[in-house]
């Protein structure tokens, strides 16, 4: 009797994985985000100043909230990929290179800014490490405050009651800053919007987004975000101009600029972009080096007003507050471009910048 030989096994067919295209969407906010930053510190550069100007910075108001968006965006999406020792590890690395970049910059503008004949040991750190040391640096003092609580936050996140309280406690604040500004201790008023306690809308808004981006059909905790949201929300901006021309100041905390700025983010965020590869390469990279141009630009803006020497401020035909304020930030943003590329071929990458 002879038994039939089993056929030999099929030899497994290795399909090449294909890498899906970077999709841009969060590359072009951080784009627009660092043109906003550069445009409220640069705008007069050329000695140009003019309502039509301000108005256009009032609106790029949104710029720093989107940041902080997206800064939870990533951490929680990098966050919740890790347990124990790898998340420890994940967060000292993160924290590391935020002080890294906070604390070489802090020195370079301390060099640069400092009056020896007025220094106190105290002045050293109120005036030049506490976030009033060179223009972005409180952005830095935020960040430092949420990296330290973002488990607590993310957790106070999840639960919907408490984080619906925590919404409405904070939104008051904002009417309270936003609109009482003047009556507020002078304490409150120095502090500004360095306390992280203003920035848990912006933390919450990222992790929630980042959990329905990664559990799409899995996820009954923010099932509101679960979706597309159109286009027409960028236009949410238009809000804070009608507002800051009501008050007496043009800070962060103030309704509006909550509101348009938790609505700015929702459109890149939620929907999917994929541009043409050469021009999404370029996204990339300029989303990638932002960092460079936000600890930079002060520097940047320095050194070309020595070189433009304006003789002073003047009113601008409606031509010129179109031209001369996108001049000057397009001036700052391309010597910035350089800059990153000079530091990204030495070994200060990813230590600086």
């Not at 009032?58 to 124990?84: L, Q």
């Not at 330290?148 to 984080?163: E, H, N, Q, Y």
């Not at 002073?312 to 590329?341: K, M, N, Q």
Request: aromatic share 16%; proline share 6%; with cysteine.
């Amino acid at each position: 009797m002879t038994s039939e030989s089993s056929p030999p096994p099929e030899t497994p067919q290795i399909v090449p994985k294909v890498a899906k295209p970077r999709l841009a969407s969060v590359d072009i906010l951080r784009s627009v985000s660092i043109f906003g930053v550069v445009f409220i510190h640069a705008a007069w550069l050329l000695g140009c100043l003019s309502p039509g100007s301000e108005n256009l910075e009032y609106m790029f108001r949104v710029a720093v909230p989107c940041f902080v968006v997206m800064w939870a965006f990533f951490y929680e999406k990098g966050y919740s990929k890790r347990t124990g020792e790898a998340r420890k590890k994940y967060f000292w690395a993160r924290l590391k290179r935020l002080l890294s970049v906070f604390l070489i910059w802090s020195c370079i503008y301390f060099l640069i800014e400092v009056d020896w004949s007025s220094l106190t040991f105290k002045s050293f750190f109120s005036k030049h490490f506490l976030g009033y040391g060179w223009s972005g640096q409180y952005f830095f003092i935020i960040l430092l405050q949420l990296q330290v609580l973002f488990p607590w936050l993310r957790s106070l996140c999840f639960k919907r009651k408490l984080r619906g309280l925590i919404m409405l406690a904070v939104f008051c604040l904002y009417i309270i800053w936003g609109y009482g500004h003047e009556w507020l201790p002078n304490i409150a008023q120095k502090l500004g919007e360095r306390p992280f306690i203003f920035w848990i809308p912006h933390v919450f808004l990222g992790i929630a987004i980042s959990h329905v981006k990664a559990n799409q059909h899995h996820t009954s905790h923010f099932q509101w975000l679960n979706k597309r949201f159109p286009w027409w929300l960028l236009c949410s901006i238009l809000i804070i101009p009608l507002e800051f021309n009501t008050l007496n100041h043009n800070h962060y905390l103030t309704p509006a600029v909550l509101l348009a700025s938790s609505l700015f983010v929702l459109p890149f965020l939620t929907q999917d972009i994929v541009l043409p590869s050469k021009l999404n390469a370029q996204f990339n990279w300029f989303g990638s080096n932002t960092m460079t141009l936000f600890v930079a630009n002060p520097l940047l803006i320095k050194l070309w007003h020595q070189v433009l020497a304006p003789k002073g401020l003047e009113t601008c035909s409606v031509l010129d507050f179109i031209w001369r304020p996108l001049l000057s930030t397009v001036i700052v943003v391309i010597s910035g471009v350089l800059l990153a590329i000079l530091i990204n071929r030495t070994p200060l990458k990813g230590v600086v910048n």
